[in-house]
């Protein structure tokens, strides 16, 4: 049961340092979501891609951060120069293509990246 | 105002209780509501999609009220092991994205 898979689990990052979370979206899924969640707070939505294509990436924040989707491969989430603010747990999640009260309403999550920087 | 909000509790309950939480919702185009359930530095799960009229499954009843851009999420005869966060999250609109409520806290207490 291959779910959505997110590597590395943990990263340790120092100030200045460039990290990047990967994200294997589950079999069939061409969607891919990235959120973040920072220490006590909520999920918030950064980027949704689909294959070589960012469809939104409002929740982005507009320096230092950038996402892509290539055909072949895995999803990236690359954060350059990490401050100690970026430390959160960066999930990913994905969906089939469909819409409306079809299967590609649900979004399933991968069990995250625990980034943290020093 | 935020678009999707809860309070936050936390919400300590006794086993066997009952316990009700609601989530509004700001953006009166969106169409799909769901429930997730989030453990300790765990990633979220699906637990119950919310559609129409709402839906219910064993102890756990969701409901949505379009009117008032509310849903809730029912738990009856609460387990130790429902202790978590919940989080609920809608889909406005033409986004695909979900948006979540920043999550209710429970704790079943023995």
């Known amino acids: 049961n291959a779910g959505v898979m997110q590597n590395p689990r943990h990263l340790v990052r120092r100030r200045g340092q460039e990290a990047r979370l990967r994200c294997s979206p589950m079999?069939?899924?061409?969607?891919v979501y990235w959120y973040r969640q920072l220490p006590e707070e909520g999920l918030k939505f950064m980027v949704y891609l689909q294959k070589e294509n960012i469809i939104d990436e409002s929740g982005m924040p507009k320096e230092r951060f950038s996402a892509e989707f290539p055909k072949e491969g895995p999803s990236i989430l690359r954060i350059q120069q990490v401050v100690r603010g970026d430390s959160a747990a960066y999930f990913c999640a994905s969906s089939q293509p469909g819409t409306g009260q079809s299967s590609g309403n649900t979004i399933y999550f991968g069990e995250g990246s625990w980034l943290t920087v020093v | 105002r935020k678009e999707v909000e809860q309070d936050p509790g936390p919400f300590n309950v006794p086993e066997g209780a009952t316990v009700a939480f609601n989530c509004t919702y700001s953006n009166s185009a969106s169409q799909s509501f769901f429930w997730y359930r989030q453990d300790c530095r765990k990633e979220p799960k699906l637990l119950m999609s919310?559609?129409?009229s709402g839906n219910e499954d064993g102890r756990f009843t969701a409901q949505l009220n379009r009117a008032s851009q509310y849903i809730s999420l029912l738990i009856r005869d609460s387990k130790l092991s429902d202790s978590a966060t919940y989080l609920c999250a809608v889909k406005g609109g033409s986004a695909r994205q979900l948006t979540f409520g920043s999550g209710t806290q429970l704790t079943v207490l023995p």
């Open positions: 919310v559609y129409s």
């Open positions: 079999k069939g899924h061409s969607h």
